[in-house]
């Protein structure tokens, strides 16, 4: 009997030490709610981040709002901005620009699907506000390697230069198969709608011999001379018309030019819109870079949500990069990143791309 009782007894006292250690932990659990000290800083450093893209979110809201709400893998923001400033800005080869200082978006073609760096066709262009200049080494690019490019073409070699109000493209023309004559065309571009270049020279030799004058007596335009069968550009009457939305490389161009002019330099573009939006802190203090920074990019195989990016010249010198070769530059530098996630690439030295031809005359003669 004395056996039973005892056992009864550690039995409730078995049970009065569960009890309350029941109580103790319920009770110590609701005096620290709170997560433990290391995952308490997470979350701190956590809520300065998102102090942060709140920044970043009331910055862009004016020029680049949220089309639809953000989720962990959709910044909400279809366009992505684009800041560059003192930067020779290459869309391919020597085609490109000398950027003093320009914002502008770039807006994917087939939404949702990002922005992609390494697919030209999967944006649009759009400046918003500032400055470049294409020199004369890039409108030379431009005819040869793109515009010009094709079979059957009537001209070739050509090259182009600059001086005030003026422009002067020398090569080669043949409206016979396989007799090329050399031309020279002087003369001044008009801008029309904001985006069309039109070029009427006001002098014309052929094979050193003035045509213009003869031109005009039998009543034929420059289109009967030469002809260019391309999107983008083409002949009328005795001008050549430039559409900038369309003679370009991709990607597509939507521009609005509130004033050209053109000096030995090359030809200035003022570019205007609905928005001027202040640049935004660069990430490392330089004055040539180019700056992504809102919506989402796909670069390489990582797609980033609320990119803020900064590239940047590996040797600290002035940027000259390209869209259609920045793998490879990135690929002879490195990349960097700071505590809020933002990104900096240093690239390596812009080497010329093998895959298209050269813009030195005779070098593609094959006649």
Do not use: C
């Not at 007894?9 to 709170?34: E, F, N, P, T």
């Not at 962990?72 to 080869?93: A, H, K, W, Y």
Request: proline content about 8%; overall charge negative; glycine content about 8%.
């Amino acid at each position: 009997m004395a056996v039973n009782k005892r056992f009864v007894w550690s039995g409730l006292v078995l049970v009065v030490l569960l009890a309350a250690a029941l109580v103790g932990m319920r009770m110590a659990q609701s005096v620290h709610d709170a997560p433990p000290p290391l995952a308490a800083a997470k979350h701190r450093q956590l809520d300065a981040l998102n102090e942060l893209r709140a920044a970043h979110d009331e910055y862009a809201r004016a020029f680049n709002a949220r089309d639809t709400d953000r989720t962990l893998r959709d910044s909400g923001r279809r366009p992505v901005g684009l800041f560059i400033q003192n930067t020779f800005f290459r869309i391919v080869g020597d085609i490109g620009f000398q950027t003093e200082k320009l914002s502008a978006l770039l807006v994917p073609t087939d939404p949702p699907r990002p922005v992609t760096l390494d697919d030209p066709t999967s944006f649009v262009f759009h400046p918003l506000h500032g400055s470049v200049v294409m020199p004369g080494s890039a409108l030379t690019a431009l005819f040869n390697q793109y515009l010009t490019d094709y079979p059957d073409t009537q001209l070739r070699n050509l090259s182009v230069s600059t001086k005030t109000n003026t422009l002067i493209v020398k090569g080669e023309t043949s409206k016979i198969p396989g007799l090329w004559l050399p031309f020279t065309m002087t003369g001044g571009v008009r801008l029309v709608d904001g985006h069309l270049f039109v070029y009427e020279p006001d002098r014309i030799e052929v094979a050193r011999i003035q045509a213009k004058g003869l031109l005009e007596a039998i009543n034929l335009g420059l289109s009967k001379l030469v002809q260019i069968d391309t999107q983008g550009a083409q002949l009328e009457g005795n001008a050549v018309v430039l559409d900038l939305n369309h003679s370009l490389p991709p990607p597509t161009q939507d521009v609005r030019i509130a004033h050209m002019s053109i000096d030995g330099a090359g030809v200035h573009l003022d570019f205007a819109s609905a928005f001027n939006p202040p640049f935004p802190d660069p990430i490392v203090k330089t004055d040539s870079y180019v700056m992504p920074q809102g919506g989402d990019l796909k670069t390489f195989r990582a797609l980033v949500t609320d990119v803020r990016m900064q590239l940047i010249a590996g040797d600290g010198g002035r940027l000259d990069t390209s869209l259609y070769n920045y793998r490879a530059q990135i690929l002879a530098g490195f990349f960097d990143t700071t505590p809020a996630g933002e990104l900096v690439a240093y690239l390596g030295p812009y080497t010329p791309v093998a895959y298209l031809p050269s813009t030195q005359p005779g070098q593609n003669d094959a006649s």
